[in-house]
């Protein structure tokens, strides 16, 4: 089985409604989607100097340099995981892996936060995590790959196949993409596929009879699903019941 996962596209029609699960589908290469997701953050972080490295993200509590220091440890983690092959079958795919990770702001989140926000402070400048992302990115999708799109890997307590793996790397990419460019007007946005991908995780997060609201773009949908950005007193009335799922992730 390829590298290759089939994701719904959004065809966007003035006054019809956008819902759950689309019918009309697209592959995208999982390992293709992640290397644009890291390179869209590279590009972003690497003309920064440091005061622009220590300008406010939409994580609270964070700056660039903090926020990207997290990101780095998802790259680290995929490193891992891409070199730790399991026997199956998956207990997760790339959207159950969601579940164990809803919105809360219980004590392990902050604890996280906290550590994050400390590991970056400790390099000798902030733009040390920029040089330490720039080696490890790259590292990772090349892992990513060469690895058997038919095997299984084991991460966080689960096992998943591979392209799901890719797909939960890269949709939690876009969303600090997202994230890190909010005080960074001039930076670019995620690309079309990786946004793509965290899209159809949105949308697979989502009963199949949830409609999204028609004013949404993918990156306000994206900001909003992950409860970056609150939902507005319209939005809840497009959204109808579907309001009390937001936000989907945290």
Do not use: N
Not at 42 to 52: I, M, R
Not at 101 to 127: C, E, G, L, M, Q
Request: glycine share 6%.
């Amino acid at each position: 089985m390829p590298d290759v996962l089939l994701l719904a596209v959004r065809p966007v029609v003035p006054g019809v409604p956008h819902r759950g699960r689309l019918h009309v589908m697209s592959p995208i290469r999982q390992h293709e989607a992640l290397a644009q997701a890291y390179d869209g953050i590279t590009a972003v972080v690497t003309p920064l100097d440091d005061a622009g490295l220590q300008r406010p993200t939409r994580c609270r509590g964070w700056l660039v340099a903090d926020l990207l220091f997290h990101v780095l440890c998802d790259a680290q983690r995929a490193l891992v995981a891409l070199a730790s092959p399991a026997p199956g079958p998956a207990d997760v795919d790339d959207v159950s892996y969601w579940h164990a990770f809803t919105p809360a702001d219980d004590d392990a989140s902050a604890r996280h936060a906290w550590w994050a926000r400390r590991s970056a402070v400790a390099f000798d400048r902030p733009s040390g995590v920029v040089q330490l992302w720039s080696d490890t990115a790259p590292a990772a999708v090349r892992a990513a790959t060469a690895a058997d799109p038919d095997g299984f890997v084991t991460t966080q307590g689960h096992v998943l196949r591979v392209p799901h793996l890719l797909a939960t790397l890269t949709t939690e990419a876009v969303i600090h993409h997202l994230d890190l460019v909010v005080d960074l007007p001039d930076a670019p946005l995620p690309a079309a596929d990786p946004t793509r991908v965290a899209v159809t995780t949105m949308d697979s997060l989502l009963s199949d009879e949830a409609v999204r609201p028609t004013g949404w773009d993918d990156h306000e949908y994206l900001l909003k699903a992950a409860g970056r950005v609150p939902l507005t007193d319209r939005d809840r009335l497009e959204l109808g019941e579907a309001a009390g799922w937001f936000p989907l992730l945290g």
